[in-house]
């Protein structure tokens, strides 16, 4: 296991790095590794992205392909980011999701989700509270995704994970667990990777 110095180290260095390049966010380097090593953006035009502020991630899409349609949401407010579509709403709400689909058009190629809830300090309730809110990212992205679409969701590896993992096993073809290198070995955070949804009642697939 990696020690603590190192892992410090290893932070550091994304910290400077980040504030080098002009990222919001020091996990701006956790999406570039997912999207260079799983070719998340292969086949991508319209990204919705939940949970986006400050608004790293939203900054690497735009860098890696200026014609993505980007629209992010997140409940605090977003210095904007050019040629992306903000909307500031909390995605548990359905008058979010309502507004997501009308400013979507309805079909979404890719879903980021790097939610966290507002920190408790007591772990339980934190994990709970973030295992709803990617619960809630699945809802919206079952509703949304075109056939070959792909959901990516950081989730917190502790009471529900499990479950959750065996109930997306169902309900996507693929499904597996990513953990970029600039993400802390010793966090408990991990992200899902889950492509291609199952129509569930139907053996039709629409684009
Ligand atoms: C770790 S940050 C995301 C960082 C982002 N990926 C970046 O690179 O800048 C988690 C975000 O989740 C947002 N969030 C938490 N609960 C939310 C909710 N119910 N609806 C929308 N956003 C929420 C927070 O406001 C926060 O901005």
């Known amino acids: 296991m990696m020690g603590r110095t190192q892992e410090e180290r ?10 080098k390049h002009g990222y919001r966010s020091r996990s701006a380097y956790k999406l570039r590794q997912v999207i260079a090593k799983h070719k ?11 949970c986006c502020c400050p608004g790293g991630w939203t900054q690497v899409l735009r860098e890696l392909d ?6 992010a949401v997140d409940i605090e407010s977003m210095i904007p980011i050019e040629g992306v579509t903000f909307l500031q709403g909390d995605i548990t709400e359905p008058k979010t999701i309502e507004t997501i689909k009308t400013l979507t058009g309805g079909r979404v190629d890719l879903v980021l989700s790097d939610c966290s809830p507002k920190v408790s300090g007591a772990w339980d309730i934190d994990v709970a509270r973030q295992l709803f809110l990617v619960e809630k990212t699945f809802e919206i992205a079952s509703e949304l995704l075109s056939v070959k679409g792909k959901v990516l ?11 959750l993992m065996e109930t997306l096993r169902t309900r996507f073809r693929f ?15 991990i992200y899902i990777l889950a492509e291609s949804p199952v129509r569930l009642g139907s053996n039709k697939e629409t684009s």
């Open 10 to 19: 290893k932070r550091e260095h994304y910290y400077r790095a980040a504030k």
């Open 66 to 71: 200026s014609s993505l349609s980007v629209v």
């Open 153 to 163: 969701a950081k989730v917190f590896q502790g009471r529900g994970f499990q479950e």
């Open 40 to 50: 998340l953006l292969t086949g991508v035009n319209v990204v919705l992205e939940l």
């Open 175 to 189: 499904v597996k667990l990513v953990k970029p290198e600039a993400s802390r070995r010793t966090s408990a955070e």
